[in-house]
């Protein structure tokens, strides 16, 4: 199909691929997917399963209805307090990316760090 033919879901995904900085083999690896079952997903070949698009959906932190192209919300969005929204630059958005790529424990050792690195900060200010 020619790219200017995308379904809103292939053109999603192939942008939220890159905003995240992964490739296709690496969506593929965090899905436990063959790399071109994922592709297809790119280039409208197939379509995921409901599970497989809910999984797609927490990996990029957006809607499945955002990726079936049901709404705009902005994937750079977050909701903080549940009252306001801020826009992620794209390192951030990188560092929510790695951070759900991370095991459990290396998540709370990735928020130590950054615990400590706050304090310390903290105590030259």
Known sequence: MPRDNLSPLAMRLRMLRKQH????????????LHRTSYTNYETDGSRPDPA?????????????????????????????????????????????????RLTESQQQLML????????AAHKEA
């Open 52 to 100: 497989t698009l809910r999984l797609l959906a927490e990996m990029f932190g957006v809607t499945v209805d955002y990726l079936l192209g049901n709404g705009d919300e902005d994937p750079m969005a977050v909701l903080l307090d549940n009252a306001t929204v801020v826009a992620l630059s794209p390192e951030e958005m990188e560092l929510v990316s790695s951070f759900r």
């Open 112 to 119: 130590q760090n950054e615990r400590a690195l706050l304090d």
């Open 21 to 32: 900085h992964m490739t296709q083999a690496d969506v593929a690896k965090e899905l436990n």
